[in-house]
Structures are given as structure tokens and as C-alpha cells.
């Protein structure tokens, strides 16, 4: 079992910049996918940015060019560095972990971004 607990959601200024850390635990395969995901009032959660065991990354539009993931694979960690929010960036964030045979689900930070 893998667990994954995210860290670092917080009330910000449109401008700002956070960082959201997502630290997995337990029995992890080397080869892996960890993304962020993110859910905001109403609306169905969706993929923000994705970055493979071997450092491939992947991002929604929305958020190119103002968030990078990293990920260190030594401490099992991955990170998101969000640079430029913006209002409509408000939502829960979730970590997930794929290891190409379960899906795995940290349980969210909130992340409000006011105008």
C-alpha cells in the first residue's frame, strides 16, 4: 500500500507563488507517474501536471509557463512550484501516484487564491 500526503495549501494574493510538496510512503515501484490534480467548486478534477520516474513532464494549458512539478525521487517526493496564480487557480489539489497498476490518491490541500 502507498500512502501519499500532500502539504503546503494556503490563502494567497493573484500574483503570488507557492510550492505544494506531496510525500509518498510505503511500498512504491520505482516505476511510476506522480501528478497533481486539482478540483475547484462544482467543477470535475483534472490533471494540472505529471512527471515520470525518469523526468518526463506533462501540463494542463492553464498552467503552462507559471507551474513546474519536480519530483526527487530519493525522498519519494514531488513538488509543485506555482508561480503567477491566479484566481481561477483556487481549488483542491490532490497528489496521485501511478505505478501502472493502481491509482493512488493523497486526500487534497486547498489552495485559495483571492483577486
Known amino acids: 500500500q502507498v500512502r501519499l500526503v500532500e502539504s503546503g495549501g494556503s490563502l494567497v494574493q493573484a500574483g503570488d507563488s507557492l510550492r505544494l510538496s506531496c510525500a509518498a510512503s510505503?511500498?512504491?515501484?520505482?516505476?511510476?507517474?506522480m501528478a497533481w490534480y486539482r478540483q475547484a467548486p462544482g467543477k470535475q478534477r483534472e490533471l494540472v501536471a505529471q512527471i515520470s520516474n525518469g523526468g518526463s513532464t506533462n501540463y494542463a494549458d492553464s498552467v503552462k509557463g507559471r507551474f513546474t512539478i519536480s519530483r526527487d525521487n530519493a525522498k519519494n517526493t514531488v513538488y509543485l512550484h506555482m508561480n503567477k496564480v491566479k484566481p481561477e487557480d483556487t481549488a483542491v489539489y490532490y497528489c496521485?501516484?501511478?505505478?501502472?497498476?493502481?491509482?493512488?490518491w493523497g486526500p487534497g490541500t486547498q489552495v485559495t487564491v483571492s483577486s
Open positions: 510505503g511500498r512504491i515501484l520505482s516505476i511510476n507517474v
Open positions: 496521485n501516484l501511478f505505478d501502472y497498476r493502481t491509482d493512488y
